[in-house]
């Protein structure tokens, strides 16, 4: 009796991320066996499928950690990127990348597959084309054969493409804009991305390059606008290109206009100068297209807002894209390494169920809002977005759904417990670490309480003096949202309690 080969056991890293949260299910569906390399592995909890993979802690940084992860493994999935970390993400980008690939190796892994950018062959390349282009040749290099796929703007629900170009199209009828919006593009949907990721795990062996992948229209930035506005129904929108208008400028109204902070903006913007158009296809010698043929531009854009008019956004960019450590510790956990903590806590009994309460509470932000001083709060935000912090553009990714690691405007929900607790850890710039936790108790009268507590972490005096100079703010701000909350559950209907507007 001939025993049946066990099913590949595939790493997939960066699963918290937008390719990567989309990656997993696919390859499940395929029959893969699947381990992912989280930093947080709470921030997958809530994922349907994470129940069905084998769940590994570690960072790329640490050497350790991946021999750990990559043990057994026969094909590594590299979806690391660190265009979000600063000025310094090259050089961080470039250890990453040599770490996995001397890992990989000593693991005698069968193949690595990564997803790099599309770039030009002659053109001086942006800083993050650039190192895009160098981790593929890093990974290539490491004595593993590895599949290099190419990829220029991604189109789908929640991408960071396409979240950038809906924005601006959507709330700039007329446009001021670089010369790079008359770029060449050959944008791709995020489905057909999937399918060559999936299908890469089985190339021969001897397979050891780079291919470009893209869909099957080449636009420049200005007809992709043009075409967005068209299938999403609105207005036609005028453009007018002006050549002085540096990438940098740029990346500030962009940071202005869209939820991408200008720190990731700037090197977007950077790259929209070079023309990214595939040179060949081999992929399909090894990979075949989609029965269904690839899917254009048009539809890739109809699939994405279908999506996010069904609220079936499943990933999001903003979910791996931090604005500081990947997570500092908070008070009252095991590993709080103690020092000065402001705390502003209030106590409030509702006249509503913990359900209707919790209803509103876990659905603020967003287009709900934050229930008090919206001058205040928009503000606050707009400061933010000018010293380069989230604001409050990036919303969230489901109007009422909010799980671990979902960005949420300028905070990033910490840890969540359903129809108690909501703890959101701040991501905009601040001189300290900041927290708020909304929770829902009940008293020994069965009466519904609602305590919020804000928390603050000062980092050296400007940390306190901000502090300070905030605290007369707390009444009107967060007292106001409390207050509001509540008023907001007590007229809550009660159909409403269990589930979606």
Not at 347 to 363: C, D, F, M, N
Not at 421 to 445: C, K, N, S
Request: a neutral charge.
């Amino acid at each position: 009796m001939i025993e049946e080969a066990s099913p590949l056991l595939v790493l997939v890293t960066g699963a918290t991320g937008y390719i990567g949260g989309r990656l997993v299910p696919e390859l499940l569906a395929a029959g893969f066996r699947v381990r992912v390399m989280v930093r947080q592995p709470r921030q997958l909890e809530d994922r349907e499928w994470s129940d069905r993979v084998e769940i590994v802690q570690g960072d790329a940084a640490d050497p350790a950690n991946l021999v750990r992860a990559l043990y057994r493994v026969n094909v590594a999935y590299y979806l690391i990127h660190s265009m979000g970390a600063g000025a310094s993400f090259e050089s961080l980008d470039h250890t990453n990348a040599h770490n996995f690939a001397a890992a990989a190796y000593a693991c005698h892994v069968d193949r690595i597959v990564y997803l790099g950018g599309l770039y030009p062959k002659t053109e001086e390349l942006s800083r993050h084309l650039k190192s895009r282009k160098e981790v593929g040749e890093i990974l290539l290099a490491s004595g593993v054969p590895t599949t290099v796929l190419r990829a220029a703007v991604i189109i789908g629900s929640g991408s960071l493409s396409f979240e950038m170009l809906r924005y601006l199209t959507e709330r700039l009828p007329i446009m001021i804009t670089p010369h790079w919006v008359d770029s060449k593009i050959q944008p791709i949907a995020v489905r057909d991305v999937l399918h060559y990721l999936v299908g890469s795990a089985n190339m021969p062996s001897n397979v050891n390059r780079g291919f470009d992948i893209g869909g099957p229209d080449v636009f420049t930035y200005r007809q992709m606008m043009l075409r967005y506005a068209k299938v999403a129904g609105l207005k036609p929108r005028r453009i007018l290109a002006l050549p002085l208008l540096t990438p940098s400028l740029s990346s500030h109204w962009v940071g202005l206009v869209t939820p991408v902070p200008k720190r990731i903006a700037k090197p977007l913007m950077l790259s929209l100068v070079n023309e990214v158009i595939c040179k060949e296809h081999d992929i399909a010698e090894y990979v075949p297209d989609p029965k269904e043929s690839l899917i254009s531009f048009d539809r890739a854009v109809e699939l994405a807002l279908q999506r996010i008019q069904d609220r079936r956004v499943t990933t999001s960019w903003s979910s791996a894209t931090t604005a500081g450590a990947p997570s500092d510790p908070l008070p009252g956990d095991p590993d709080w390494a103690g020092g000065s903590l402001y705390v502003d806590e209030r106590e409030r009994i509702v006249q509503a169920t913990p359900e209707q309460l919790w209803h509103i509470i876990k659905g603020i932000g967003g287009e709900h809002g934050w229930y008090s001083w919206r001058l205040g709060w928009w503000t606050r935000g707009l400061l933010d977005r000018f010293v380069g912090g989230p604001g409050l553009r990036r919303g969230r990714r489901d109007p009422f759904d909010l799980v671990v690691g979902d960005a949420l405007d300028w905070w990033r929900v910490e840890d969540i417990e359903e129809n108690h607790l909501l703890r959101l850890r701040a991501e905009m710039r601040l001189p300290g670490l900041a927290w708020l936790e909304l929770i829902v108790d009940t008293d020994a009268q069965g009466r519904t309480i609602f305590r919020q507590r804000a928390l603050f972490h000062p980092i050296g005096p400007t940390g306190g003096l901000y502090w300070i100079m905030i605290y007369p703010f707390h009444g009107l701000v967060f007292g106001g949202m409390q207050r509001n909350i509540a008023h907001a559950a007590e007229n809550l209907s009660p159909k409403h309690e269990h589930g979606k507007d």
